[in-house]
Nanobody, 122 residues
Framework: QVQLVESGGGLVQAGGSLRLSCAAS????????MSWYRQAPGEQRTLVAQ???????HYADSVKGRFTISRDNSKNMVYLQMDSLKPEDTAVYYC????????????????WGQGTQVTVSS
């Protein structure tokens, strides 16, 4: 019903920057939360940054001061600006969203994107 498509990943040297984008499409009335998660090989998927409509963004301690999450509600898009990248940031980054499909639905539906690879070389 809803698709999330990430883009912007790639290979970058340590200290460099990347900007990830996630576009949500499909049956969407409103979006409550849009988030970025990442998963490195052999590790669990963890929250990187979260943006909740009407609230302040949340960041994992490991990325505070380096990453910035932003969103365009009119386009149902979320972005992750990643600066001062480190090799430990290497992972597949996933977009995650909680959406309300229509005005008559009280609850939310949850969706994952397919992921985009970010590789930071030392």
């Amino acid at each position: 019903q809803v698709q999330l498509v990430e883009s912007g990943g790639g290979l970058v040297q340590a200290g460099g920057s990347l900007r990830l984008s996630c576009a949500a499409s499909g049956r969407i009335f409103s979006v409550w939360t849009m988030s970025w998660y990442r998963q490195a090989p052999g590790e669990q998927r963890t929250l990187v940054a979260q943006s909740t409509r009407g609230g302040n963004p949340h960041y994992a301690d490991s990325v505070k001061g380096r990453f910035t999450i932003s969103r365009d509600n009119s386009k149902n898009m979320v972005y992750l600006q990643m600066d001062s990248l480190k090799p430990e940031d290497t992972a597949v980054y996933y977009c995650y969203a909680a959406v309300r499909p229509d005005s008559g639905v009280v609850g939310y539906e949850y969706y994952w994107g397919q992921g985009t690879q970010v590789t930071v070389s030392s």
